[in-house]
């Protein structure tokens, strides 16, 4: 008797699986519309009404409906279109250049700025030359005949 | 010291503008034109959609080819699929091979496609574009025609066939004359 109940329990279950949406979705279609490029017009999804961003605006919501996450709906997208689907290069392999070039050149540039600000701040004003005591005196001379 | 580093500084910007300079020469010379009517159809191996395995362009060498490039989102491309259909099986007789091209599209809902027009040609994945972008494509659908030597013959099909359809029976004869 019990394992008949369970056995109704179960197919109940699976049954009921596929049919119900996802009760807690690990991700949203507004997150991913500004992850995923539109192939036809090259903006990001949520920047296009052309069909093609349409469908994968549907594909992606269906999927979010089954539950799967933002990375594995990525995957899904990749394996059909090619890494050119993303709007963010992957952070890993020869991508990782395309985040660490920029953030390097940035500390670079601030780096060599830092230099020179204190290269220049360091630098004096050029000493006087040497005292001509010939005028030295025809000047006090002269200012004494003022007075 | 302070001049080391000066001529070390200098060299690396050098270094760095003639590398922008020749990415710029680079990529001026490699950009894709479209194929030339009477020049070599661009060669391409592809994922089959309406199956396992990958067809490649060149394995038909020697069969007059027509290939159509498609989207299952494309509103015209519907409205073609019956007549492509209907040619396909008017033509394969004569040894004349219809590929459909699958661009920029869901594969589900290619299939789903294919299923619903009962298409039955051989047809091919294109996800990242890239065969379409070789062969200059303005969107779809569009239609090329091969000859048995792997050129390009008859004018190409811009828009759906159905408006056109005495350019693409003219194109599938071309194909199959030369």
Do not use: M
């Given at each position: 008797m019990i394992l008949r109940v369970l056995a109704v329990a179960a197919a109940a279950l699976a049954l009921a699986g596929p049919a119900a949406a996802c009760a807690q979705p690990k991700t949203s279609l507004s997150f991913l519309e500004g992850q995923i490029m539109c192939p036809t017009c090259h903006t990001t999804l949520d920047m296009s009404e052309a069909p093609a961003a349409q469908q994968i605006k549907a594909q992606i919501a269906k999927r979010i409906a089954q539950c799967w996450t933002a990375r594995q709906i990525e995957n899904e997208l990749v394996a059909n279109f090619g890494q050119g689907i993303l709007a963010a290069p992957p952070h890993k392999g020869f991508d990782l250049l395309a985040w660490w070039l920029p953030i390097g050149g940035v500390l670079a540039g601030a780096?060599?700025?830092?230099?020179?600000?204190?290269?220049?701040?360091?630098t004096r004003p050029p000493e006087d030359g040497p005292v001509d005591t010939e005028m030295d005196a025809r000047i006090d001379e002269l200012l004494a005949g003022m007075d | 010291m302070t001049r080391s580093l000066k001529l070390g500084g200098q060299i690396v910007a050098l270094v760095a503008v003639a590398g922008l300079l020749a990415l710029l020469v680079w990529r001026l010379t490699h950009q894709?034109?479209?194929?030339?009517?009477?020049?070599?159809?661009?060669?391409?191996?592809?994922?089959?959609?309406?199956?396992?395995?990958?067809?490649?362009?060149?394995?038909?060498?020697g069969k007059p080819v027509v290939i159509n490039f498609?989207?299952?989102?494309?509103?015209?491309?519907?409205?073609?699929?019956?007549?492509?259909?209907?040619?396909?099986?008017?033509?394969?007789?004569?040894?004349?091979?219809?590929?459909?091209?699958?661009?920029?599209?869901?594969?589900?809902?290619?299939?789903?496609?294919?299923?619903?027009?009962?298409?039955t040609y051989p047809t091919v994945q294109d996800g990242s574009g890239m065969?379409?972008?070789?062969?200059?494509?303005?969107?779809?659908?569009?239609?090329?025609?091969?000859?048995?030597?792997?050129?390009?013959?008859?004018?190409?099909?811009?828009?759906?066939?159905?408006?056109?359809?005495s350019a693409f029976h003219d194109g599938i004869k071309a194909a199959l004359d030369q």
């Open positions: 780096a060599l700025l830092a230099v020179g600000v204190w290269r220049w701040s360091r | 894709s034109h479209p194929p030339k009517i009477g020049g070599p159809a661009p060669n391409f191996s592809l994922k089959r959609i309406d199956g396992s395995g990958k067809l490649d362009l060149a394995s038909l060498r498609w989207a299952s989102w494309c509103v015209p491309c519907k409205g073609e699929a019956k007549l492509l259909e209907q040619a396909w099986n008017q033509y394969r007789s004569q040894g004349v091979v219809f590929v459909g091209v699958d661009y920029h599209d869901v594969a589900s809902d290619a299939r789903t496609f294919l299923s619903h027009h009962g298409v065969v379409g972008d070789r062969y200059g494509l303005t969107g779809v659908p569009e239609t090329y025609f091969v000859d048995r030597g792997g050129r390009l013959v008859g004018s190409h099909i811009i828009g759906t066939i159905t408006n056109q359809v």
